[in-house]
């Protein structure tokens, strides 16, 4: 089977995957083009064409989790953030959920490199738990038992903010 075939035939179901997991089309495209690039530079590493979408979806996977720890380690700071798009016209509630989301990022970057993964897996990503637990290679109950573990930590730490 010719590469341009495995191509038709695999293009919309890994696109279709890598959406699913990054839920934006441009990064979704981006991926399945990359994977398909890297599945033809390396075909003569293919053992069985019948494993070809298996093959294809793992790259894809581990090109998902790039982009993911990229994001994960650019947490935002106190510099790089505009508070208010427009101070004129915002209402004291749009002022409002700037801040807490500012206090919400500031919180999420002081977590442990693990917990953080598993917010921006789930709340940024929709990762379910199992996928989480899949990703990370963990036990799902423990990442059950861990998220609400960070949830409290963060319900705790933003506090003040809890009350809007």
Not at 19 to 40: M, T
Not at 126 to 137: C, L, N, W
Not at 143 to 152: A, F, G, M, N, T
Request: with cysteine; hydrophobic share 40%.
């Amino acid at each position: 089977m010719e590469f341009s075939d495995l191509y038709k035939k695999y293009y919309n179901q890994l696109y279709n995957f890598c959406l699913g997991r990054l839920r934006n089309p441009e990064l979704a495209r981006d991926v399945a083009q990359e994977a398909f690039l890297r599945a033809y530079e390396n075909m003569d590493k293919l053992r069985s064409i019948e494993s070809f979408y298996f093959w294809i979806t793992t790259i894809a996977l581990n090109l998902i989790r790039n982009i993911i720890v990229r994001d994960i380690s650019r947490c935002v700071t106190l510099d790089n953030i505009n508070y208010f798009s427009n101070e004129e016209t915002d209402t004291e509630e749009d002022v409002m959920k700037s801040l807490e989301t500012l206090a919400l990022r500031k919180a999420i970057c002081r977590l442990s490199e693990t917990a953080r993964q598993m917010v921006i897996l789930r709340y940024y990503y929709f990762f379910s738990e199992k996928q989480i637990g899949e990703a990370m290679h963990i036990p799902v109950g423990t990442v059950k038992s861990r998220l609400y573990r960070i949830r409290q930590t963060l319900f705790n730490e933003l506090g003040e903010y809890n009350q809007y």
